[in-house]
């Protein structure tokens, strides 16, 4: 049996061994972390510019990207710390803030995708009603209520975990406190947090998966009984956007899975993908393939 300890700090130790390649993967970081901020930025202020995308889908929009920009905030103004000043020591409240922050973002994330699929939803299966369900009153409480959600399943996951004892090693392999990093110190998994990571898993995590597969299956039904090809076409080039976000989302989530508890390279290139390269390319997706979005842009940029 190891002695079980209470940890004061973590040592963040990313990308070891690699010193000669310490400016580069700045630079990597770096670049992807300001050009998600800035495009995640522009789709913010194009929505609340623009009065014609003051919209459902559009809100939602906009909340993802806010999402997007958290994702990345998170995890890589600290490394970026820690590569220029080579300081990697986190105090124990640092690392689990951080977890916390990035817990709350993804259960935004989860929810919000599901919310986006219910959107769409709405407009193609029952479009009469579109403006009555998804009002502005309504969408305020719904928005309201994907943070707050998100935020209580943060907070209950922190303390779940700040209930089990430590006594493995104190350094973590990978550049943010990252959920796989944080039990692998600890001696046992409480009973607290095997139920609430179950539950997360069910309700954050599956069944917006599960409903999102449902409307969607709903949604195709309706595009394939329209008369016109044109009709078709444009309802699918709607959900477009919606449908590659969640492929890439949850694929890259399935991957997740299937690293080995002892790769540790695998893990930072799936967490930079997971927490820093979609958080990206997600609002590029949207303003590549929303004419609406691309014409507000354009507007902007031409002042």
């Not at 990313?14 to 930025?41: C, D, H, Q, W």
């Amino acid at each position: 049996m190891k002695n079980e300890t209470s940890i004061t700090y973590f040592y963040l130790l990313p990308f070891s061994g690699e010193t000669r390649s310490k400016p580069f993967i700045t630079a990597f970081f770096f670049l992807i972390y300001v050009v998600g901020v800035l495009i995640n930025s522009s789709i913010i202020t194009v929505i609340c510019l623009e009065v014609q995308l003051h919209k459902p889908m559009y809100l939602f929009i906009c909340n993802l990207s806010i999402v997007d920009i958290f994702y990345s905030s998170v995890t890589v103004p600290k490394l970026l710390h820690m590569l220029l000043s080579g300081n990697h020591i986190v105090s124990s409240a640092q690392c689990y803030t951080q977890f916390c922050f990035f817990f709350l973002v993804g259960a935004a994330e989860d929810i919000l995708l599901f919310i986006m699929a219910y959107d769409r939803y709405v407009a193609i299966c029952n479009p009469l009603h579109y403006h009555r369900i998804l009002s502005y009153r309504n969408c305020s409480l719904i928005t309201i209520g994907i943070w707050t959600v998100a935020f209580l399943n943060s907070v209950v996951y922190v303390t779940s975990i700040l209930n089990m004892s430590s006594c493995h090693s104190n350094v973590i392999h990978q550049f943010f406190c990252d959920p796989r990093s944080l039990t692998k110190t600890t001696c046992r998994t409480s009973q607290l947090f095997i139920v609430v990571t179950f539950v997360e898993f069910l309700t954050l995590a599956f069944v917006p998966l599960m409903c999102t597969f449902i409307s969607y299956f709903q949604i195709f039904s309706v595009i394939s009984k329209m008369k016109t090809k044109e009709s078709r076409k444009k309802s699918f080039s709607t959900c477009s956007s919606h449908i590659t976000i969640i492929t890439i989302y949850y694929g890259a989530g399935l991957l997740g899975y299937f690293i080995p508890l002892y790769s540790e390279v695998l893990d930072i290139i799936f967490n930079t993908i997971y927490s820093n390269i979609i958080p990206m390319i997600n609002p590029i997706i949207y303003s590549l393939q929303n004419s609406n979005i691309q014409s507000a842009l354009l507007r902007l940029v031409r002042g």
